[in-house]
């Protein structure tokens, strides 16, 4: 929404990408990696330049130039604002990996990103969605609740995968396709989840956090509501991840077109062989 205040300080989490970078691709890169190449071998094409936005690209660049559709792949680190910066009409393809959540202004991202496609160039991205660390979020609001009497935003709010098909159709991006992948993770206990949150550089950058460090009490009261509410019964602590995948094409006139209506040349009633009744 056109002059809402910024959800997120992107400059933070571009430095804190930008301190990753260079380092081992965690289990997360190297997963999400496999993925990717994954997904792009189901699209019969090959792409002589494309773009790479991630946190830690090298990792994902190496898989992509592993296989035999990318000619070139040119790698950028989350920006630190929403202006991506990007040429027009220059990428057969924009790979974004887990960056787009994080956007204050998502359908201006894709819109960035559409113009930044040749014709007929693909976007192919994934981001953190729906009920990810649903479990953290419920035990830091539960711990602020009891501790301080009110609650400050600690695990970002994240988007419905229902909703970026649209996203993508108001970004000008032809046959939008959205998914999502649950998975369930298991730590030792809390603490084991939230050291490897910091690990993947992937602690509360939310404009609107707290700036007061994190008290014992507080923390132990935010342990306590996670252990005791969403453990296994071997004490082990779960948490939910999910990843949506979304694919659009910049426009291109030899896409496929959805058919006008009234030009179907069969009857559903027919083919149903049912009576058709005229309301």
Known sequence: MAGAPPLFDRALGAARATRKRGAEANILTRTIAEELGERLAFVNRRFEHVLLIAAEPEAIAERLKDGSQVQTVETRGPSASDDLGLPDA???AVFSILDLQTFNDVPGALIQIRRALKPDGLLLA???????LTELRQSWLAAEAAVL?????????MIDVRELGGLLQR????????????????YADAVAL????????????????SRTPVSRRLMGAAINHYQQTFADPDERVRA??????ITGWAPHESQQKPL????????????????????
């Open 149 to 157: 009497g009110g609650v400050s935003p600690r695990v970002a709010p």
């Open 171 to 186: 970004a000008g991006l032809a046959l939008p396709v959205a998914d999502l992948d649950r998975t369930m993770v298991r």
């Open 260 to 279: 006008k209506p009234g030009s179907a040349k069969a009857r559903l009633a027919d083919a149903l062989k049912v009576e058709e009744k005229k309301l």
């Open 90 to 92: 220059r990428y057969d």
């Open 194 to 209: 939230i050291h490897e949150i910091r690990e993947l550089g992937l602690s509360n950058n939310l404009v609107g956090r």
């Open 240 to 245: 939910t991840v999910e990843v949506a995948w």
């Open 126 to 132: 994934c981001l953190f969605a729906g009920e990810t």
